[in-house]
């Protein structure tokens, strides 16, 4: 596919460039920079809507604020990818989430211009008043901006961040990119005009004066005066509670139009004082037509053709697992009208939508709020209801004091249905679900099962649904599932029981999750070499099957238990089972594979897998080096 002609974009190498073009270049820049936005992630994938909302308001953040010594911090990620083109990165955009190229999200491993790493939302105020201070404390004079969405504003970290910097007084610049939420009425000239008009130096002259004066007049007339000016610009532009917070609110005013975006931004740089709100209002997918049609289906994309819009996605005989999850879910709750469903903003991003289609009274989206979420479950466990909470593995670290305090130590029986376990490929370490299990299974009163396959997944639904004696959890991962039949319906499985898949005798390996089609792999391998292998499913991380273990232990020369999680989870608490038991007091070997302890960069999931391990080469490098050279010599693999 041909590149689209932008002569202007070619020229700029950095922010630099753009600083030294005439204003009236900026129109032509900003439609260029849409384009090759389209058409790189027409190649790549990746999110298109938001990065096409903010054009205009990136080129107009890079002219005005001297970055990269003024801090540029994207909330989010999600509408970074204009950022990165027009700060030296343009040559690499089209390895955009691709194995060794850029992030799909801001990181400062890669550029100067990335003031602060970004993958989860409402982290950027919090961040921007960091590095205010640091700045204040350094007797440093740069501008910190802080560009966030109006989804990532529904987070109480967000909330706490302004409370937080309308208390220090130091100077903070937010950028509130309004795409969504209509949280304000439709903006045009007249909007714009006030806009300019309260950041001008005119206006905020004749408010000082009009302070000094009131400062004369008794207290109680003061406070008055200051109220209602702060009454009447709030009613006027908007704002009143971001003026309660303690900052200085201007707009609403259009962001796609740079004859208003520039001389407001230039007058809010130069303010002096304290922190300022700016609210631009934004079109998800501007300019571009299929996106703007629907901006749902082009917030994240995978490669489409630029003339028609249509994405490639590759076909499937098996389902998604989310998709499983969701009709599963459905099925139960169809069963018990105790059953709900909460997420945080991700209702299809985790299935629950399907129930809510259904059954919406039961369904509560409480936005980006995961703390909320599982304490707001937790209410719902409390008073007899059946809760499933439905979030990514990634986000569920957010709340994970509300899962220790609010769930797990007053036993309450909330279900965490936990997408997106596991590696998940281009969103990389930001989204990657490692940890989940570590962090779950140290919990007292707590069952965490992990399905192998999109089958065990609709009867782990089911086990939830009917485990009434304090929280569990059920882990599955991003992507299609391995094509099995799939049960007419879900039945409860033992708690804490796992399942023989093959029967051998020397070697035993045992999977939790998804890994097990490798672990199965590995097996006919290792036996075509003469290696004798049992493979066994483990369903639970915790409680674990003793007995299974136990026998697979007495009955084996070697252990290995494979999970794609953490250093630290199953295999960690299978190797506390086994000392404990005095197991390893005999002859036996025994090896854990999990993910590495690291952060692995984003590339596709097999990759990622082997690079870490756990496919099937790895699990059979690991069992012939643990046997020891003698087998290796009789298996044929070195001289």
Not at 319 to 343: M, Q
Not at 600 to 627: C, E, F, N, T
Request: proline share 5%; net charge neutral.
């Amino acid at each position: 596919m041909s590149k689209p002609v932008t002569p202007l974009l070619d020229a700029i190498a950095s922010p630099a460039d753009l600083r030294a073009l005439p204003e009236s270049d900026l129109v032509r820049v900003a439609e260029e920079l849409r384009a090759e936005t389209v058409s790189a992630v027409s190649v790549t994938g990746g999110h298109l809507g938001a990065g096409l909302g903010v054009i205009e308001l990136t080129v107009a953040l890079h002219y005005v604020f001297d970055t990269p010594r003024d801090r540029l911090i994207w909330d989010v990620g999600h509408q970074a990818y204009p950022h990165k083109i027009l700060t030296g990165r343009r040559a690499r955009i089209r390895t955009l989430r691709q194995g060794g190229g850029l992030s799909g999200f801001t990181k400062r491993a890669e550029s100067e211009y990335d003031a602060f790493g970004a993958g989860h939302s409402s982290t950027s105020i919090s961040a921007g008043l960091g590095m205010a201070v640091a700045r204040d404390l350094a007797r440093r004079t740069n501008t910190v901006v802080a560009v966030i969405g109006d989804g990532a504003m529904s987070a109480g970290m967000a909330y706490e961040a302004m409370n937080n910097a309308g208390a220090t007084g130091s100077r903070l610049i937010v950028i509130l990119n309004d795409n969504d939420m209509s949280i304000a009425p439709p903006t045009g000239a007249m909007s714009s005009y006030l806009a300019r008009l309260v950041t001008s130096q005119t206006y905020r002259s004749l408010r000082d004066v009009a302070k000094q004066f009131a400062g004369r007049l008794p207290k109680f007339l003061y406070d008055k005066v200051e109220r209602t000016e702060e009454f009447g610009r709030g009613f006027f532009t908007g704002g009143t509670l971001f003026e309660e917070l303690g900052f200085y609110y201007v707009g609403p005013l259009d962001g796609h139009n740079l004859d208003h975006l520039l001389p407001i931004l230039r007058n809010v740089r130069d303010m002096p004082g304290g922190p300022v709100l700016v609210h631009v209002v934004t079109k998800k997918g501007k300019g571009y037509a299929p996106a703007e049609a629907a901006d749902d289906k082009y917030h994240g994309v995978s490669a489409f053709d630029v003339i028609t819009g249509a994405q490639s996605k590759p076909k499937s005989n098996a389902p998604a697992y989310t998709k499983v999850f969701g009709e599963a879910l459905l099925a139960e709750a169809k069963r018990d009208d105790r059953i709900v469903a909460v997420t945080a903003a991700m209702p299809q991003g985790t299935g629950v939508d399907i129930m809510a289609e259904v059954y919406p009274k039961r369904v509560f989206d409480v936005g980006i709020a995961e703390q909320h979420a599982v304490t707001f479950s937790a209410g719902l466990a409390a008073e007899g209801f059946k809760p499933f909470c439905a979030i990514y593995s990634t986000f569920l670290q957010r709340a994970y004091d509300q899962v220790v305090h609010d769930v797990a130590l007053q036993k309450l029986p909330v279900r965490f249905a936990i997408d997106r376990a596991g590696l998940v490929g281009a969103d990389g370490p930001t989204h990657a679900g490692a940890f989940d299990v570590a962090a779950l299974a140290c919990l007292p009163n707590m069952v965490v099962m992990a399905a192998a396959d999109e089958a065990e997944l609709v009867h782990m639904v089911a086990t939830a649904a009917a485990y009434d004696a304090g929280p569990s959890a059920l882990r599955y991962p991003r992507g299609d599932g391995v094509g099995v039949e799939l049960p007419e319906r879900g039945i409860a499985l033992p708690i804490g029981k796992g399942r023989i898949v093959r029967e051998g005798s020397r070697i035993a390996i045992l999977s939790l999750g998804t890994r097990l089609a490798e672990a199965m792999k590995a097996a006919e391998e290792l036996a075509a070499r003469g290696l004798s292998t049992t493979v066994a499913d483990a369903r639970f991380a915790k409680p674990l099957d003793r007995e299974l273990i136990l026998a697979l232990a007495a009955n084996h020369e070697l252990l290995i238990t494979v999970e794609e999680g953490a250093v630290g989870g199953f295999g960690a608490h299978v190797l506390s089972l086994l000392a404990d038991a005095g197991a390893l007091d005999s002859d036996l070997k025994v090896r854990t594979l999990t993910l590495p302890d690291r952060y692995q960069d984003h590339d596709k999931p097999d990759r990622m897998y082997a690079a870490a391990g756990l496919d099937a080469k790895g699990i059979v490098a690991k069992a012939l080096s643990a046997l020891g050279h003698i087998d290796r010599k009789a298996t044929g693999l070195i001289a």
